[in-house]
C-alpha cells in the first residue's frame, strides 16, 4: 500500500507529530484511527463531504480514505556513511511512496538542535544532502553494470544514459523530484529523491501568525508543498473535545487542525483522489489514482465489479447538495450514464452497474 515517510533531524518534532497524528482526535470523531506497528498508523483522510452524504442517506457509519504514515526516525548527518541508524533507515525510506520531511522553525531554548541552532534552511539541506548521497551511492554502484548491459542490449541504452544524467543533477546537489527528473526508466534502482517531497514546518504560534516568517519558508522548498502547523498544539488538540479543540484553534487563528491539511496534502502528493458512495449502511471514500476510470474505481471496490463493469451512474457531489436527493438529481439531468471509458473524477458520486 502507499505511504509517506515521515523524516527529519533528532529533536524537530517528528514523534510529537506523528502520535498526534495516529491518536485520532474530537474533530474527526467518526474517522477509523489504526497503528499497525509502532511506526506505522493509518489514519482517515478528512473529508466534510462524506458527513453531509450520511446525513443525506442517514448512513449508519462513515468511511474515510485511509492514509498510512510511518515514522522513519533515525536520519542523522552521515546516515549516507553508515552513521546513527544509516542504512536501516534508508531500507525504511525506500519503501515509502513520498517523503514528509519536518522541519523545525519554533524557537524554544528548551529543545536542544543537534546542530545547536535552528536553521530550517540548513536542516533541510542536511536532510536532502543525505539523501542525495545515497542516490549516488546507488547509481555508483549501478553504472558500470548498466553501461556493460548497454553494450551488449539497445533496449538498456537508455537506462544507462538516464542514470548518468541523474547522477549529475544529483552531483549539483539538486533532489531528483525538485530537479523534475523523469526516473521512469531507473524504477529498478529505488530512487530516494525521486519520491514526491513535501514538507511539514513546525512553528510556533508567534510563527504561524506571521505571514512574511511563513512566505520565506514556502520559498526554500516550493515548488514542493509546505504545511505550517504547531506539533505540541496539534498533540494537545487530540485530548480534547471537539467544542475545546475548536475554541483553541480559533485562539491561534487557524480554521482547522494543521493534521488534516497534512493528511489531504500527503495523500493528492501521492497522486491519488477519491470517489464516493452512499447509502442506508455507509457513507464512504473510496482511493483511486488520479485519471482511473469507471471499472478501474468498480475494482477498487471489489475486482468483480471491474471484471463484469457494465456501466457507472454518476453525479458530482456538488451536483447531488444542490438537487438535496439522488432522484431530484436525475430529475434535473445531473446524473450521468457513464461507459468504459469514462475518467473519474473527484467527489464522484457513483454507483455501479455489472454482471456477477
Ligand atoms: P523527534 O526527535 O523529531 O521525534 O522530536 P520529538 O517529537 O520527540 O520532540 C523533541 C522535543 O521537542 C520534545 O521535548 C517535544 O516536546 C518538543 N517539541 C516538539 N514539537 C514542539 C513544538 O511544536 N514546540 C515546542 N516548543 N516544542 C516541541
Known sequence: ALSIGIVGLPNVGKSTLFNALTKGDALAANYPFATIEPNVGV???PDERLGRLAELYDSQKVIPAPVSFVDIAGLVRGASKGQGRGNAFLANIRDASAICQVVRAFSDP????????????DDIETINTELILAD????????????????????RAGVAAAAKAAGELLNEGNTLYSAGFDVSELGELHL????????????????????????DLRAIVAPAEAIFLDA???????????????????SIGQPEPGLHQLIRVGFRTLGLQTYLTAGPKEARAWTIPIGATAPEAAGVIHSDFQRGF????????????????????????????????????DGDVVEFRFNV
Open 43 to 45: 489514519v482517515g483522510l
Open 110 to 121: 528548551n529543545v536542544v538542535h543537534v546542530d545547536g541552532k535552528v536553521s530550517p534552511r
Open 136 to 155: 549516488l551511492q546507488t547509481i555508483e554502484k549501478a553504472l558500470p553494470r548498466l553501461e556493460k548491459e548497454a553494450k551488449v542490449r539497445k533496449e
Open 192 to 215: 530516494l529523491t525521486a519520491k514526491p517531497f513535501l514538507y511539514v514546518f513546525n512553528v510556533d504560534e508567534a510563527g504561524l501568525s506571521d505571514a512574511a516568517f511563513l512566505d
Open 232 to 250: 505540541k498544539i496539534e498533540s494537545e488538540l487530540t485530548d480534547l473535545d471537539e467544542e475545546e479543540a475548536l475554541e483553541l484553534l480559533a
Open 310 to 345: 457494465i456501466k457507472a451512474e454518476v453525479v458530482s457531489f456538488e451536483d447531488l447538495m444542490t438537487a438535496g436527493s439522488m432522484s431530484g438529481a436525475k430529475a434535473a439531468g445531473r446524473v450521468r450514464i457513464e461507459g468504459k471509458e469514462y475518467v473519474m473524477q
